[in-house]
């Protein structure tokens, strides 16, 4: 780190850093609460609500969004006249999945091998102690140039949608001129980089039935139609033989004209088996940022253990499809539904149940904010020019703001490099990375004022 005050503030804040991720990632802030307890999100929520309040914010609030869960809202006043910036991240973690696969346990701070590993550690709790980090510097060093807003979502991994319902009842609460949203991630370690697109999704539940009750296999099959047979078929014809995503109707040729995506980084960042084939065409970052994307989140069928000789009369699908830029998510998930049902065999019986949606993002990277963030990259990360690229997953916030507040600028950083591995067992954070997008966004926060 090239030596400044505000680098060096942010050093010497680190420990403090370490600590309060570690009080943070304790809270089991998973916002199904039929999985894990409402208890565990408000503690999250009112950690960050007092962490708001002790930096001297005003008009703290836990606001109850529509989906039943609570954003943390504050207001940091800046000099009068000054520019207004809304920094975001969310306290709502996805849950550990198997707890006995992590190392070391998912709600406690593990140093390990350079990193913090932990769940949310990376997304987002992170980005809510980034965000802290980056104000304290600036304060310790003549103070905060602007005008800020934080909110802290929910339940963001959820895709229930609460903040965004809450920002349209209430358009006035979030309004800035420039947005910096915390939760994307630099393309690898030490290469700084903003997140220009993101893709938008759409989660259907497809359910299909052949017969009134199971059948004995020996005696009927052969003969009597097989839900899970039938589900298998249609779910196979959302893919060419390439792997290709292929839903009738929906175009699936776009390229990325940005960051290229070497197909060897690609299969060490996804932990590819040695000999298994990448799927799809194009290049990666065509394949990942570009164009559409099916993934079967889940399937309810017998498991095998305790599986009887029994023709299926009932299967059901969680099929989530991850939409590019320029693509409706609306009319995506119109064209999805039409697949599924016209791709039923045998006559078999087929619900589909829309989950959730989100539309894609582009951001304007030609924007003043941009410039002021290519800058303070420069600063944090010497030597290394920024870097745009997209990401394949979905803020649908993004398009909230943007719609609300047309003139904003929005921009998309944060700790979620491909090593941190989010989603996933052993979740972690790079604290190097941490240190550095603190120094990037405060050095930010400066130049933006100046702008």
């Avoid at 602007?146 to 349209?168: D, F, P």
């Avoid at 052969?222 to 249609?234: E, F, N």
């Avoid at 790079?430 to 603190?438: A, H, I, K, W």
Wanted: charged content about 20%.
């Amino acid at each position: 780190m090239s030596s400044n005050p505000v680098a060096e503030t942010v050093a010497s804040l680190m420990p403090r850093a370490k600590e309060e991720l570690a009080a943070l990632v304790a809270f089991r802030s998973v916002a199904d609460f039929e999985q894990f307890p409402r208890s565990e999100s408000v503690g999250a929520a009112e950690w960050t609500a007092a962490a708001l309040r002790a930096e001297g914010f005003q008009d703290v609030a836990l606001l109850d969004t529509p989906d039943g869960t609570q954003s943390v809202y504050g207001y940091l006043p800046g000099p009068e006249g000054a520019k207004t910036v809304l920094l975001y991240a969310h306290y709502d973690v996805q849950p550990p999945l198997d707890e006995a696969a992590w190392v070391s346990p998912p709600f406690e701070l593990t140093e390990r091998d350079g990193r913090w590993y932990g769940r949310g550690a990376a997304d987002c709790k992170g980005g809510v102690i980034m965000h802290l980090l980056a104000l304290r510097a600036l304060k310790a060093n003549g103070g905060v140039p602007v005008h800020v807003k934080v909110i802290a979502e929910g339940s963001e991994e959820q895709g229930t949608g609460g903040l965004e319902r809450y920002a349209e009842a209430h358009p006035e609460l979030l309004a800035a001129d420039t947005v910096v949203i915390g939760d994307t991630g630099n393309f690898r370690v030490g290469l700084p980089t903003v997140t220009a697109t993101l893709r938008g999704m759409t989660m259907l539940r497809v359910r299909v039935d052949t017969l009134e009750g199971n059948l004995h296999s020996g005696q009927f099959g052969g003969a009597a139609p097989d839900a899970l047979a039938a589900l298998i078929r249609v779910l196979d014809s959302l893919r060419a033989e390439d792997g290709s995503t292929t839903v009738d109707g929906l175009a699936a040729d776009s390229v990325w004209e940005g960051l290229a995506y070497d197909d060897e980084q690609f299969r060490r960042d996804a932990r590819v088996l040695d000999g298994v084939e990448l799927i799809g065409s194009g290049t990666v970052a065509d394949r990942v940022w570009a164009r559409p994307a099916v993934t079967v989140l889940g399937i309810d069928c017998p498991p095998v253990v305790g599986a009887t000789p029994s023709v299926q009369a009932s299967a059901r699908a969680l099929v989530s499809l991850r939409l590019p830029p320029g693509v409706d998510a609306t009319a995506a998930t119109k064209l999805l539904r039409a697949h599924l049902e016209a791709r039923t065999p045998w006559g078999a019986r087929v619900d589909v149940e829309q989950i959730g949606q989100g539309q894609a993002f582009r951001a304007d990277t030609t924007s003043p904010a941009y410039r002021a963030m290519a800058d303070a990259m420069a600063v944090a990360y010497p030597g290394e020019e920024m870097q745009y690229a997209g990401q394949g997953g979905s803020i649908p916030l993004c398009n909230t703001l943007a719609a609300l507040y047309p003139q904003a600028e929005i921009l998309l950083i944060g700790l979620s490099e491909p090593d941190a591995q989010i989603h996933a067992v052993n979740e972690s954070v790079s604290p190097e990375e941490l240190e550095r997008l603190s120094v990037a966004e405060a050095h930010f926060l400066l130049n933006y004022a100046a702008s």
